[in-house]
């Protein structure tokens, strides 16, 4: 069966943005800076980000690299510290003059990463070679752009694309090939303003020059250009200057008058009941929000800024809905309050899930009964997998620790004890012990999360096998787990909340008496997948477990793909997984499957879980691919 097409299959490296993160970071030490992917390199302070490009992709390992870190020294050490924010202003307002905006910002954007470039390489000689690769594939490729524009007769890309490889040619350009007659002329002009481009010390300077060459060109170039090679980001510098953030966009201005509450004593608080019409002379003019009132002058409260809440968006379509009322079952009545008391807890902003989820929010389910088709599909898959289930559990049994039963001392047989003092004080002395000896359970607990997300639709079968296999092997070891499938409900994921649906078919407290595992076969697709989230949530989970070995399991297919996470997704689940090694909890992805896989979905599996990963085609290889890999965790927990 074939997957959904995919007209976007670029993935992102997850270790590599971590890396790229924590070199940003340092560089600029501020350490809620982070990195991101976009079409063009750039800073954006206001928002704390280093974006870095796409030119870099496509290359060989070594030269996308250093093409990366290069954008990152560029922007975090280099515009950050060393690039004046107002004169950058000044040109993008000379800018909007001319006919050829576009090529004025882009040369004045080479011209200045040539300024600064200079400046980061004297600072910190380490980062020679980056941009020693950066110019070196840049060259090569505005070499092939002049040729592709010269040749197309596009004049105004294929003069940037020359005057490019100018600033940067290792050696004098003598030639100058024919691109316009008008442009022709201006030749010795121009090659006489772009060589002062190496002596500029500020960004004035880097401006200057700009704006002698656009003026001469303002008049002999009839066309802007059409690509767009650099990009100078007209609002964020505006920002940037003026100092805003998010914060500073909210409304602050005060009130007309300047009265204030008088406070009274305790007890003494007197209360007023008064209608509250919905006109006021402050809104005299009608508007078409409902119920909304932006009032210019009142009293301030003397309640504590700290004490107080700020308003929800939403909740002035509570007014229309308060009146209405029907009859609800206690059922509905609990998941509703359970819904709003984990969006509750999930808004306060602590960001124990991760930045990318602070909207999201747990609905926990619990399996219903089991229909006699799930019992019937939960007999064949246990049939089919009954000699691999042997196989697996001595594994288990193999390479999991057994708990240990404590000494036991006072006893009338067994080892003689060194406090021999009650044999000569006591009638019926207990002067014996016995030393601690291996429980024949297992000391140890798994977590089997499975995603259930449309992408799962043609591995659903297979992975359910698995998850029969694991179960019933863990249930005859009298292995406590838990088996759960997450999945994103798309429908109702807004702006403001994404709800995470996570089922529990196998609870940890029966899943070792549990009769009923015909219950794995209610995990069905469904919509998008939150993978960060749902492992977080799974982790503080088994965080309480008592048990010394911790296992995560998580079957999926490792494409993250919900509202809001498309581009983020692979990197905070990769967080997710790492926060969970670190508190003692050993994550591994199983990914079954009855077809080829193909090689991009490896690279993504990997990116996230590391070399903790098992791709398997068939069940039955499950065991043998498991034990290796389950023996080096161990390992690796000691």
Same mark, same amino acid.
């Given at each position: 069966?074939?997957?959904? @097409?995919?007209?976007?299959?670029?993935?992102?490296?997850?270790?590599?943005?971590?890396?790229?993160?924590?070199?940003?970071?340092?560089?600029?030490?501020?350490? !809620?800076?982070?990195? !991101?992917?976009?079409?063009?390199? +750039?800073?954006?302070?206001?928002?704390k980000?280093?974006?870095?490009?796409?030119?870099?992709?496509?290359?060989?390992?070594?030269?996308?690299?250093?093409?990366?870190?290069?954008?990152?020294?560029?922007?975090?050490?280099?515009?950050?510290n060393?690039?004046?924010?107002?004169? @950058?202003?000044?040109?993008?307002?000379?800018?909007?003059?001319?006919?050829?905006?576009?090529?004025?910002?882009q040369?004045?954007?080479?011209?200045?990463?040539?300024?600064?470039?200079?400046?980061?390489?004297?600072?910190?000689?380490?980062?020679?070679?980056?941009?020693?690769?950066?110019?070196?594939?840049?060259?090569? +490729?505005?070499?092939?752009?002049?040729?592709?524009?010269?040749?197309?007769?596009?004049?105004?890309?294929?003069?940037?694309?020359?005057?490019?490889?100018?600033?940067?040619?290792?050696?004098?350009?003598?030639?100058?090939?024919?691109?316009?007659?008008?442009?022709?002329?201006?030749?010795?002009?121009?090659?006489?303003?772009?060589?002062? =481009?190496?002596?500029?010390?500020?960004?004035?300077?880097?401006?200057?020059?700009?704006?002698?060459?656009?003026?001469?060109?303002?008049?002999?170039?009839r066309?802007?250009?059409?690509?767009?090679?650099?990009?100078?980001?007209?609002?964020?510098?505006?920002?940037?200057?003026?100092?805003?953030?998010?914060?500073?966009?909210?409304?602050?201005?005060?009130?007309?008058?300047?009265?204030?509450?008088?406070?009274?004593?305790?007890?003494?608080?007197?209360?007023?009941?008064?209608?509250?019409?919905?006109?006021?002379?402050?809104?005299?003019?009608?508007?078409?929000?409902?119920?909304?009132?932006?009032?210019?002058?009142?009293t301030?409260?003397?309640?504590?800024?700290?004490?107080?809440?700020?308003?929800?968006?939403?909740e002035?379509?509570?007014?229309?809905?308060?009146?209405?009322?029907k009859?609800?079952?206690?059922?509905?009545?609990?998941?509703?309050?359970?819904?709003?008391?984990?969006?509750e807890?999930?808004?306060?902003?602590?960001?124990?899930?991760?930045?990318?989820?602070?909207?999201?929010?747990?609905?926990?389910?619990?399996?219903?009964?089991?229909?006699?088709?799930?019992?019937?599909?939960?007999?064949?898959?246990?049939?089919?997998i009954?000699?691999?289930?042997?196989?697996?559990?001595?594994?288990?049994?193999?390479?999991?620790?057994?708990k240990?039963?404590?000494?036991?001392?006072?006893?009338?047989?067994?080892?003689?004890?060194?406090?021999?003092?009650?044999?000569?004080?006591?009638?019926?002395?207990?002067?014996?012990?016995?030393?601690?000896?291996?429980?024949?359970?297992?000391?140890?607990t798994?977590?089997?999360?499975?995603?259930?997300?449309?992408?799962?639709?043609?591995?659903?079968?297979?992975?359910?096998?698995?998850?029969?296999?694991?179960? !019933?092997?863990?249930?005859s070891?009298?292995?406590?787990h838990?088996?759960?499938?997450?999945?994103?409900?798309?429908?109702?994921?807004?702006?403001?909340k994404?709800?995470?649906?996570?089922?529990?078919?196998?609870?940890?407290?029966?899943?070792?008496?549990?009769?009923?595992?015909?219950?794995?076969?209610?995990?069905?697709?469904?919509?998008?997948?939150?993978?960060?989230?749902?492992?977080?949530?799974?982790?503080?989970?088994?965080?309480?477990?008592?048990?010394?070995q911790?296992?995560?399991?998580?079957?999926?297919?490792?494409?993250?793909?919900?509202?809001? +996470?498309?581009?983020?997704?692979?990197?905070?689940?990769?967080?997710?997984?790492?926060?969970?090694?670190?508190?003692?909890?050993?994550?591994?992805?199983?990914?079954? =499957?009855?077809?080829?896989i193909?090689?991009?979905?490896?690279?993504?599996?990997q990116?996230?879980?590391?070399? +903790?990963?098992?791709?398997?085609?068939?069940?039955?290889?499950?065991?043998?691919?498991?034990?290796?890999?389950?023996?080096?965790?161990?390992?690796?927990?000691?």
């Open positions: 069966m074939q997957r959904f @097409i995919q007209f976007n299959d670029e993935n992102i490296n997850s270790f590599q943005l971590m890396q790229l993160i924590d070199l940003a970071k340092t560089l600029t030490k501020e350490k !809620e800076m982070t990195v !991101e992917y976009s079409p063009s390199n +750039y800073l954006d302070v206001p928002e980000t280093i974006f870095v490009s796409h030119f870099w992709d496509h290359r060989s390992a070594e030269d996308e690299w250093q093409g990366l870190i290069s954008d990152v020294y560029l922007r975090g050490e280099g515009s950050l060393h690039s004046d924010v107002k004169e @950058i202003n000044r040109f993008i307002a000379f800018t909007k003059t001319l006919s050829i905006p576009s090529f004025a910002k040369l004045f954007m080479v011209i200045e990463d040539l300024r600064v470039e200079e400046i980061v390489k004297l600072k910190r000689a380490g980062t020679k070679k980056a941009f020693s690769t950066r110019r070196r594939l840049y060259r090569k +490729y505005f070499e092939s752009q002049l040729n592709v524009h010269l040749v197309k007769g596009v004049t105004t890309d294929a003069l940037f694309n020359l005057l490019y490889l100018h600033i940067f040619a290792e050696t004098p350009v003598a030639d100058w090939p024919d691109i316009h007659p008008e442009v022709n002329l201006a030749k010795p002009y121009l090659t006489q303003q772009i060589e002062r =481009s190496h002596d500029v010390k500020t960004t004035a300077d880097v401006a200057s020059i700009c704006r002698n060459v656009c003026e001469v060109l303002d008049e002999l170039l066309k802007d250009m059409l690509n767009e090679y650099f990009h100078l980001p007209e609002k964020t510098m505006k920002d940037w200057e003026e100092g805003l953030t998010f914060d500073d966009l909210k409304r602050k201005d005060p009130l007309i008058n300047d009265d204030a509450e008088k406070e009274k004593p305790d007890g003494e608080e007197e209360a007023v009941e008064e209608e509250f019409k919905s006109w006021h002379r402050e809104t005299e003019e009608k508007g078409e929000s409902f119920l909304q009132f932006d009032l210019e002058a009142g301030k409260t003397s309640i504590q800024a700290d004490a107080a809440r700020e308003g929800d968006d939403q002035q379509a509570l007014g229309s809905v308060q009146g209405s009322t009859k609800s079952s206690k059922n509905q009545f609990d998941q509703q309050e359970v819904e709003r008391k984990l969006e807890k999930n808004d306060g902003g602590s960001g124990q899930y991760g930045k990318d989820n602070e909207q999201a929010y747990a609905v926990f389910e619990e399996a219903g009964p089991s229909s006699a088709d799930d019992h019937a599909h939960y007999q064949i898959y246990r049939k089919d009954t000699h691999y289930q042997k196989k697996l559990q001595k594994m288990i049994e193999k390479t999991l620790d057994h240990k039963i404590l000494p036991r001392t006072h006893l009338v047989k067994g080892r003689l004890s060194k406090k021999l003092i009650p044999f000569f004080t006591d009638e019926q002395p207990r002067v014996f012990y016995k030393k601690n000896e291996e429980s024949p359970k297992i000391d140890a798994f977590t089997l999360l499975l995603d259930c997300s449309a992408s799962m639709y043609d591995k659903m079968d297979e992975t359910k096998k698995g998850l029969v296999l694991f179960h !019933e092997a863990l249930k070891i009298q292995v406590p838990e088996i759960t499938g997450f999945w994103e409900d798309a429908a109702k994921a807004g702006s403001s994404y709800p995470s649906h996570l089922k529990t078919v196998i609870p940890y407290d029966q899943s070792i008496y549990s009769q009923n595992g015909a219950a794995i076969m209610q995990l069905q697709p469904e919509e998008d997948n939150r993978d960060g989230y749902a492992i977080r949530l799974m982790t503080e989970r088994l965080v309480r477990r008592t048990e010394k911790k296992f995560l399991l998580v079957f999926s297919d490792g494409e993250p793909a919900a509202a809001d +996470y498309s581009q983020n997704g692979i990197l905070d689940t990769h967080e997710a997984v790492l926060s969970a090694r670190k508190q003692g909890i050993q994550v591994m992805n199983v990914f079954l =499957s009855t077809s080829e193909p090689e991009s979905q490896k690279q993504i599996i990116n996230i879980y590391g070399k +903790y990963s098992l791709f398997v085609q068939d069940v039955q290889e499950l065991p043998d691919v498991l034990f290796p890999l389950l023996k080096r965790l161990l390992i690796k927990s000691i």
